[in-house]
């Protein structure tokens, strides 16, 4: 009797631990109703009829993180790459998820493997190395588009590696190197074009202050020049006026006279001194008069004084 006791309170506690479910909160659960899909449960505690509803299908609510193994890819310009990434998604309908696919993690990976293909196709090597952005949201758009009908959400994609082959990493380390040297020799030679131009303008800016102070230097010397002039012009004048006043007093007359006769006595005693054969005036005696009278004129207290011959008879030197 104790026996068939323990086994029917064996049986209830089973019986209503299949009536009552917890459903956790990370987690979506598919209720089916005699094989139909009945509806889906959601975190809480549910009420069930035993041997009648069944929890067929559990989902993760939670964003999943699926990892895109490498796989070999060839660009538009023909260079094998190695390509691998990482996908993230959640399940957004438990109901699709559950009878809309078989294995939504496996037909993701291939997904995802087919679309990036396609677009690293699409591109040259530099490109998939600078546009990685924009290879992931492709990648997205497209895998989310095609995943609607399996209730999967899909979040984002990223692009882990992008390995070329020995042979091609080779080749852009080579091609880098080029590069950096073409670029040095570029700025090398735009510094030596920068110096030249600097130099001539140098040049230039000297030429110029040169021939401004040359110019500076005429300007000032004609300046002197014409300064001077002036000052000998305005002495000339002054002295010639009072000359012509000296003149207009008693004797001045006489005065310019024998400053004359001077004069021609020194030019004359000059030209008989440097002169191989020496020349007499033909009129030596009006010379001698008009001598004897400017002394009368200058010397009135002396009237008898003879005057001084002004020359000697001609002789021929060799």
Same mark, same amino acid.
């Given at each position: 009797?104790?026996?068939? !006791?323990?086994?029917?309170?064996?049986?209830?506690?089973?019986?209503?631990?299949?009536?009552?479910?917890?459903?956790?909160?990370?987690?979506?659960?598919? +209720?089916?109703?005699? /094989?139909?899909?009945?509806?889906?449960?959601?975190?809480? !505690?549910? !009420?069930?009829?035993?041997?009648?509803?069944?929890?067929?299908?559990?989902?993760?609510?939670?964003?999943?993180?699926?990892?895109?193994?490498?796989?070999?890819?060839?660009?538009?310009?023909?260079?094998?790459?190695?390509?691998?990434?990482?996908?993230?998604? #959640?399940?957004?309908?438990?109901?699709?998820?559950?009878? /809309?696919?078989?294995?939504?993690?496996?037909?993701?990976?291939?997904?995802?493997?087919?679309?990036?293909?396609?677009?690293?196709?699409?591109?040259?090597?530099?490109?998939?190395?600078?546009?990685?952005?924009?290879?992931?949201?492709?990648?997205?758009?497209?895998?989310?588009?095609?995943?609607?009908?399996?209730?999967?959400?899909?979040?984002?994609?990223?692009?882990?590696?992008?390995?070329?082959?020995?042979?091609?990493?080779?080749?852009?380390?080579?091609?880098?190197?080029?590069?950096?040297?073409?670029? &040095?020799?570029?700025?090398?030679?735009? *510094?030596? #074009?920068?110096?030249?131009?600097?130099?001539?303008? *140098?040049?230039?800016?000297?030429?110029?202050?040169?021939?401004? *102070?040359?110019?500076?230097?005429?300007?000032?010397?004609?300046? /002197?020049?014409?300064?001077?002039?002036?000052?000998?012009?305005?002495?000339? &004048?002054?002295?010639?006026?009072?000359?012509?006043?000296?003149?207009?007093?008693?004797?001045?007359?006489?005065?310019?006279?024998?400053?004359?006769?001077?004069?021609?006595?020194?030019?004359?005693?000059?030209?008989?001194?440097?002169? #191989?054969?020496?020349?007499?005036? &033909?009129?030596?005696?009006?010379?001698?008069?008009?001598?004897? *009278?400017?002394?009368?004129?200058?010397?009135?207290?002396?009237?008898? #004084?003879? &005057?001084?011959?002004?020359?000697?008879?001609?002789?021929?030197? +060799?």
């Amino acid at each position: 009797m104790q026996s068939i !006791f323990t086994v029917v309170a064996l049986a209830v506690f089973i019986l209503l631990l299949r009536m009552f479910r917890v459903i956790p909160m990370r987690v979506l659960a598919v +209720k089916e109703r005699l /094989g139909k899909f009945k509806g889906v449960l959601q975190p809480g !505690f549910h !009420f069930i009829v035993p041997f009648i509803d069944t929890i067929a299908y559990v989902h993760d609510s939670r964003e999943q993180v699926i990892d895109i193994p490498k796989q070999r890819c060839i660009t538009r310009d023909n260079v094998e790459v190695d390509v691998d990434g990482v996908v993230y998604l #959640k399940v957004a309908d438990a109901q699709k998820a559950s009878y /809309g696919i078989t294995n939504y993690h496996g037909a993701v990976i291939s997904l995802a493997q087919t679309t990036m293909r396609s677009e690293i196709g699409k591109m040259n090597l530099d490109d998939t190395f600078r546009e990685r952005d924009k290879i992931n949201d492709k990648i997205v758009l497209e895998i989310d588009k095609a995943s609607e009908p399996w209730g999967i959400k899909f979040i984002r994609y990223e692009i882990r590696t992008i390995e070329p082959s020995a042979n091609m990493l080779n080749t852009m380390e080579k091609q880098m190197e080029a590069e950096r040297q073409k670029r &040095a020799d570029i700025t090398l030679a735009q *510094g030596e #074009k920068q110096a030249r131009i600097n130099v001539s303008e *140098g040049e230039k800016r000297a030429a110029i202050n040169l021939s401004e *102070g040359e110019k500076q230097k005429r300007i000032n010397e004609a300046e /002197g020049r014409s300064a001077e002039i002036t000052l000998v012009a305005d002495a000339s &004048a002054k002295g010639l006026k009072r000359i012509a006043q000296a003149i207009g007093k008693p004797g001045g007359g006489a005065a310019v006279k024998m400053r004359i006769v001077e004069q021609f006595l020194e030019e004359l005693g000059d030209v008989l001194a440097h002169a #191989k054969i020496s020349v007499v005036p &033909a009129r030596i005696a009006e010379l001698q008069a008009y001598f004897q *009278g400017l002394s009368t004129l200058t010397h009135p207290s002396e009237p008898n #004084k003879p &005057a001084q011959p002004a020359a000697v008879a001609a002789k021929r030197t +060799k």
